[in-house]
């Protein structure tokens, strides 16, 4: 069974803007639904940037019950937050600073020594507001999930051969040596973590994914075929992103 076969939606999205809008609609929709105080994780990127842009403005901005959601992302870049390489940052400045209340906003500490002592203190941040050090499956930790793929097939900052793609009990590790450019230290939440959704959204576009993605449909195993949350997986592909193997439903 591939990912794609696992996904309860599969939408090929005319162009980017469509793409952004199919994405609001399952956010804010999830967001709605919540019980409770709503968590999002949000991934870094160029193809989630019209997404954030989109959420900033009227309409879809006035659908968001804003005090009722927390922020999260799902890896960083070990870089200043104002950085253009920060993926916190960049959702930030496109969106969360004009619309999200003080303190829903949940950055992973940049400065810390190494990034293992920044993945340890993000992940006491996510087990805190979760309230358990140990992930139930009664009490998914997120509501949604944002993720992309890149070129090499990896996901968040779990990339091929990663020692990270394994790891089964922490939510968040260390990244020393990124595998693709930027070659920067990074944070990433892991599979258990990024999983422990209701629903999971992967955002593709561009030409340069449709080959990855149709290693994907083809069951090879690159990091984003273990996408595999305990709620809805969705994926939001553009039409120049989506091999000819690959159907909407």
């Known amino acids: 069974m591939t990912v794609f076969d696992r ?12 793409l952004a809008e199919v994405a ?24 989630p940037q019209a997404l954030y842009r989109l959420l900033a403005r009227p309409p879809w901005r006035d659908r968001i019950a804003w005090q009722n959601v927390q922020w999260f992302i799902g890896d960083e870049r070990l870089v200043p ?6 993926n916190m940052g960049t ?18 500490p940049t400065d810390a020594a190494t990034p293992e002592a920044a993945a340890r203190a ?5 087990q805190t507001l979760y309230g358990a050090t140990q992930l139930d499956p009664a009490q998914p930790l997120f509501d949604a999930v944002l993720m992309g793929v890149g070129a090499d097939g990896h996901t968040a900052s779990l990339f091929p051969g990663a020692p990270a793609l ?3 009990t922490r939510w968040a590790v260390g990244v020393d040596q990124a595998g693709l450019a930027p070659f920067v230290p990074r944070v990433t939440l892991t599979l258990p973590a ?56």
């Open 194 to 249: 990024l999983n422990a959704c209701r629903e999971m959204l992967v955002l593709v576009d561009g030409a340069d994914k449709r080959a990855t993605l149709a290693r994907l449909a083809a069951g090879e195993a690159l990091p984003a075929a273990r996408l595999d949350p305990w709620g809805d997986l969705t994926w939001i592909v553009t039409l120049e992103a989506a091999p000819e193997t690959l159907d909407a439903r």
């Open 81 to 86: 937050p104002d950085d253009r390489l920060s």
């Open 166 to 168: 394994t790891e089964r």
């Open 122 to 126: 993000y992940e006491a941040t996510l």
């Open 91 to 108: 959702a930030r400045a496109l969106f969360l600073d004009r619309c999200a209340l003080p303190g829903s906003i949940h950055s992973v």
């Open 7 to 18: 996904a309860a939606h599969i939408v090929i999205a005319t162009d980017e803007a469509a």
């Open 24 to 47: 609001a609609t399952r956010l804010i929709a999830r967001i709605a639904a919540a019980r409770g105080e709503a968590r999002i994780c949000l991934t870094g990127g160029r193809t």
